[in-house]
């Protein structure tokens, strides 16, 4: 094996087993409907396109969360960091949100970043609630550490969940870690997790064969109002 091969095999951190999310459909407030699966690690590319804008948006956090966002999916795409998973909402093939996060342990979730492209429809949160979905009822753990980086991320989860504080360091740094049980995530359950399962096959396959990101201008109107850069 050649050398910068065996390097590799110490580097690439080892893995746990990870069930998969079934995709379902959320019927938004306009109508639209959003198909929410989990990304494959070779569609990173082009969830990065979608998130790069971002970067430039210094509304509501938005700059912060994409650049976290991009390295997080940079470093599972080149095999960086353990157990993390990436789900994305579609409409009409159009990336409109991804959330993704890991495994700590069997047990323990580590939330990492939501961030909602289209705005004003509930995507961020549908997702986030999507992203609780899978830590608790398919991948089977007993909790979630959250953190918040902008006041309408800790209205939206740490509120409207009823989080429990600890004095867990989260990985992210900042504040100590907020705390999902399996007890909070079934009382929040029949408020904030929506969707229709099976995802209707046609749905489903045009999500998985285009996938679409906004160009740039577009992105920032939706999130900023801006013109461009």
Known sequence: ??????LEAVLRPPALEMK????????????????????????????????????????????????????ELLAWYRYRVRNEYCLVGQIDGYLV????????????????HTLAIDRGLRIGAHLFAAKMEHHIEYLGQSEVLIVAESPIGFRRWMIEYGLEPTE??????????????????FDSKPRLVVGDRPAPRDLLDYA??????????????????LKGR
Request: glycine letters at 8%.
């Open 168 to 185: 867990i360091q989260h990985e992210l740094g900042g504040p100590d870690s907020y705390r999902l049980t399996r007890e909070m995530y």
């Open 97 to 112: 949100g991804i959330v993704n996060g890991r495994m700590v342990d069997e047990k323990v979730g580590m939330s990492y």
């Open 20 to 71: 998969p999310y079934p995709p379902k459909v959320i019927t938004l407030a306009n109508g639209k409907k959003m198909v929410v699966r989990e990304a494959k690690r070779e569609e990173v590319p082009t969830l990065l396109e979608a998130v790069h804008p971002t970067l430039f948006i210094p509304r509501d956090f938005y700059d912060i969360v994409g650049a976290r966002l991009y390295a």
């Open 208 to 225: 998985l064969e285009n996938v679409f990101v906004a160009d740039e201008e577009t992105i920032n109107v939706k999130i900023a109002g």
């Open 1 to 6: 094996m050649p050398l910068d091969m065996e």
